[in-house]
């Protein structure tokens, strides 16, 4: 089977990962076109969803503690199985929007998506006729400490917030488990902060476009790929929105600025004219357009490479092939000291299937 490093527009498998090792990878992808990557193809989505055992505090750092968190596992009297939370992409979603609906239906907790930890697969189907499943995983915090109904009760039995250990324990599948260490990885590197720094969609061409650069509208695939995007800034809590100059910029955030509520704020600082005076000058105007817990930043082609190029090394982080496809969003996670942690890459808010 498949087990991708995830290097250039293919997924990351969390297999891939040397999880807890010295200069484990910190870098996990979804390629642009997955069903290419795998035979007859299955997706789906999930996540380790947890929560601290004190009070949620949303400034403080993330921590993968055995003692600090609990993690949220589900029973499925279909199977008789204890396993993490995930369902089937529906027709037409992307993703992230299929990880963000499979938490609520199947715990009825709404959660902030985190780390990508990457995909599982495993075979289905027949020998005559051999299929895939494929599962990306997310790390989600949930916030809210009451204990709501899930929606699909005839899928979930019963859920329980249970220590890390406890949890590996009692999941009924080693790729649970897997995925379990990985998270508490991922979490014990203290996070507290996250930008989503967006490629803008696909506008019309410039060779054949009469008006001013920075006014290039959007096409229609480029409507399409912004009003997907609204379900992973959605997905993350981003409130925080900003845009480099050009008018392809601020409509290509402008669905999911009507779907948080929340104003774009325009930087020309942002954009690819301010690579003219370094990479330095961007990475500044980002700093001060993601002072949040979660921004999205949307800007062009050339600068988000340079930019994501100079945090990397910076924090001593290699990564390679840093592409930015049209509407492609580079998740970038922080530490209390500005620090690049690692860096997520979604090649396309499209649907999989």
């Not at 949303?58 to 279909?78: K, L, S």
């Not at 929105?241 to 601020?250: K, T």
Request: aromatic share 6%.
């Amino acid at each position: 089977m498949i087990s991708h490093s995830g290097t250039g527009d293919l997924s990351t498998s969390v297999a891939s990962h040397a999880y807890g090792s010295d200069g484990a990878p910190v870098v996990s992808r979804i390629g642009s076109t997955p069903a290419d990557e795998f035979e007859n193809p299955t997706f789906a989505a999930g996540a380790v969803m947890w929560r601290r055992t004190a009070a949620a505090d949303p400034t403080a750092p993330e921590t993968g503690a055995e003692d600090a968190v609990e993690i949220a596992v589900i029973h499925r009297p279909r199977y008789d199985d204890w396993s993490l939370p995930k369902g089937k992409v529906d027709k037409g979603e992307g993703v992230v929007e299929t990880a963000v609906r499979e938490l609520v239906e199947e715990t009825g907790y709404a959660s902030t998506l985190g780390w990508l930890l990457g995909y599982v697969h495993y075979p289905v189907g027949t020998p005559e006729k051999p299929a895939t499943k494929v599962v990306w995983y997310w790390t989600a915090e949930v916030t809210d400490y009451s204990e709501p109904t899930p929606e699909d009760t005839d899928e979930v039995g019963e859920l329980r917030w249970v220590s890390p250990a406890t949890a590996m324990e009692m999941c009924t599948y080693d790729a649970d488990r897997e995925v379990i260490a990985a998270a508490m990885q991922r979490l014990s590197l203290g996070a507290v902060r996250r930008v989503l720094y967006i490629r803008h969609a696909k506008a019309a061409d410039r060779r054949g476009w009469q008006g001013k650069d920075v006014l290039r509208p959007l096409t229609r695939k480029g409507r399409r790929q912004a009003e997907a995007l609204a379900a992973t800034v959605q997905g993350y809590r981003a409130h925080s929105l900003s845009a480099a100059a050009p008018q392809r910029c601020s409509d290509t955030l402008a669905p999911a600025a009507e779907a948080v509520g929340a104003e774009i704020v325009v930087d020309p600082a942002l954009g690819d004219a301010s690579l003219d005076d370094g990479p330095r000058t961007v990475m500044e105007a980002l700093v001060r357009a993601s002072v949040a817990p979660v921004s999205a930043v949307c800007a062009q082609g050339l600068v988000i490479p340079a930019v994501v190029a100079g945090l990397s090394a910076d924090a001593g982080i290699e990564i390679e092939d840093i592409r930015a496809k049209k509407a492609s969003v580079w998740v970038l996670h922080f530490s209390a000291a500005e620090k690049l942690l690692g860096a997520d890459y979604l090649a396309s808010p499209l649907p999989v299937r």
